[in-house]
């Protein structure tokens, strides 16, 4: 879907509501902004964490300590507690 988005000159954009809608961004909310090679790509923050976590599993795929229990342990074990 391509949608033309105005910028004022004071740089605020409107999304249209059956977008902000489906986002669920509808009683408003924060959205992030990554910029890429290709443009710009808007995330909202359940799909920002889902874009993250998808990259950690990524490349930590086949390690079983590679999450945050892991990390934790690895913590407490380096401080000899």
């Not at 669920?24 to 964490?49: K, M, P």
């Not at 490349?59 to 590679?66: E, I, L, V, W």
Request: hydrophobic share 40%.
């Amino acid at each position: 879907m391509l949608i033309q988005v105005l910028i004022a000159a004071n740089g605020r954009m409107s999304l249209p509501a059956d977008i902000r809608k489906r986002l669920g961004l509808s009683d408003g909310g924060a959205v992030f902004i990554e910029e890429t090679q290709d443009g710009l790509v808007l995330r909202t923050a359940a799909q920002s964490v889902a874009h993250a976590q998808g990259l950690a599993k990524k490349y930590t795929s086949g390690q079983p300590d590679s999450g945050v229990a892991g990390f934790l342990a690895r913590r407490q074990e380096d401080s000899g507690a």
